[in-house]
C-alpha cells in the first residue's frame, strides 16, 4: 500500500534551517508530484510547494520562495524539504503528501513537528 | 491569489443529522476543488476531488456539489466518526489554497 514516512520531531533556534525527510513505498515515485503542507497549532492547513520527482522542478508558494527548497533522491525514493531562516511562526506540523492528476492529495505522511523558539 | 473561504467556522450537530459545508472562491475555479476531514493529531483524509467525485474507500453519506465559486460538502446520516475539522481545497497547476476549515461537532 501506498506510504509516506516522514522524519522526526525536530527543534531549532530562530535563524536556523531545518531539513525534513518523507520516504515514499508502494508506488512509482517518480510518477507522482510530492507536496508540503503545514498546520501551525489550532490553525488550518497551508501548502508550502510541490515538487515532479521525476523532473526534479518545483513550485514553491510565494510567501516561501526564498527560503525553500525541495529536493529528492529518486533511488531511495525519498524527498526533502529544507525552510532557512526560521522564525517562531514556523512552529507548525510538516506535511508531505501526494499529489494526483484527478486532483487533491490521496496519500499523506504522519508529519513532523517542528518546533522554533530560542 | 485565489482565496477559498468555508462557513460556518464550527457546526454543532447530532448523530443522525445531515450537515453541509459552504466553500466559496473568490473566483471562478472550474470545479477543481477537493474536500478533506481531519481529526486531532491525525493527517487529513481524502474524501472528494473535481468537485463531486466520491474518493474509493469514503462512505456514501459523504457528497459534493457545486461549480464555479460555490461548492458545498454534504454529510447526510452523520455517523458519531465524522465529527471532525473538514477542509475544502482549491487546485491548478500553479498554486494550491485549503479553506480555513469548518469544525463539526457533537451538540
Known amino acids: 500500500q501506498v506510504q509516506l514516512v516522514q522524519s522526526g520531531a525536530e527543534v531549532k533556534k530562530p535563524g536556523a534551517s531545518v531539513r525534513l525527510s518523507c520516504k515514499a513505498s508502494?508506488?512509482?515515485?517518480?510518477?507522482?508530484?510530492l507536496n508540503w503542507v503545514r498546520q501551525a497549532p489550532g490553525q488550518g492547513l497551508e501548502w508550502l510547494g510541490w515538487?515532479?520527482?521525476?523532473?526534479?522542478?518545483?513550485d514553491y508558494a510565494q510567501k516561501f520562495q526564498g527560503r525553500i527548497t525541495m529536493t529528492r533522491i529518486a533511488s531511495i525514493s525519498t524527498a526533502y524539504m529544507e525552510l532557512s531562516s526560521l522564525r517562531s511562526d514556523d512552529t507548525a506540523v510538516y506535511y508531505c503528501?501526494?499529489?494526483?492528476?484527478?486532483?487533491?492529495?490521496?496519500?499523506w505522511g504522519q508529519g513532523t513537528p517542528v518546533t522554533v523558539s530560542s | 491569489d485565489i482565496q477559498m473561504t468555508q462557513s460556518p467556522s464550527t457546526l454543532s450537530a447530532s448523530v443522525g443529522d445531515r450537515i453541509t459545508i459552504t466553500c466559496r472562491a473568490s473566483?471562478?475555479?472550474?470545479?477543481?476543488l477537493a474536500w478533506y476531514q481531519q481529526k486531532p493529531g491525525k493527517a487529513p483524509k481524502f474524501l472528494i476531488y473535481?468537485?463531486?467525485n466520491l474518493e474509493s474507500g469514503v462512505p456514501s453519506r459523504f457528497s459534493g456539489s457545486g461549480s464555479g465559486t460555490e461548492f458545498t460538502l454534504t454529510i447526510s446520516n452523520l455517523q458519531p466518526d465524522d465529527f471532525a475539522t473538514y477542509y475544502c481545497q482549491h487546485y491548478n497547476n500553479y498554486d494550491v489554497t485549503f479553506g480555513q476549515g469548518t469544525k463539526v461537532e457533537m451538540k
Open positions: 515538487m515532479n520527482p521525476n523532473k526534479g522542478t518545483t
Open positions: 473566483e471562478t475555479i472550474n470545479n477543481w
Open positions: 508502494g508506488y512509482s515515485f517518480n510518477s507522482y508530484d
Open positions: 473535481q468537485a463531486s
Open positions: 503528501a501526494r499529489g494526483v492528476l484527478k486532483g487533491g492529495f490521496d496519500n
